[in-house]
């Protein structure tokens, strides 16, 4: 190797050593600068992903804390068949039927969205204190739509 390097003029010998340390660089950059880099922004991804979870959270048990101290449930309010139809119009459901049954209500509703059927039943349930004693369905005039041949709500 030190013949080869003897044997080549001195415009040579500076190139190789050029060329040495550009590679050397580009080695250095490869395998310890980018890694390092790459692990710092991803890590900083991480850190504002945690962040905004975290400041989910605290938020969130905010609205529990509230809930909790409120004793979850609202008192009902009214008559039971006035608080499904008002928040079934909330929910954008058209009630066709009710047949009130003492405490209990009986509901029919035609073709509705399968979603808007669950979030309105979670509604009665966490807000009016209602509760589903009985629950039949069919399917909906279109995909994702289902129809209530009857639904039985009763009080808490």
Known sequence: MKAWWQQLNSREQRLVTAMALVFMVFIFYSTIWQPINNSLTEANNKLAKQKQLLTWVQENTALYQQAKRSGG??????????????????????????????????????????????????????????????????????AGEVKVRRLHLARL
């Open 73 to 142: 449930k609202q008192k009902f309010t009214g008559s039971i068949s006035s608080a499904a139809n008002r928040s079934a119009k909330t929910y954008k459901l058209t009630i066709t039927r009710m047949q009130p049954q003492g405490d209990d209500l009986q509901v029919w509703i035609d073709s509705t969205p399968f979603t808007q059927l669950l979030f309105w039943l979670e509604h009665l349930a966490n807000n009016e204190g209602m509760q589903v004693k009985a629950i039949d369905l069919t399917r909906g005039d279109s």
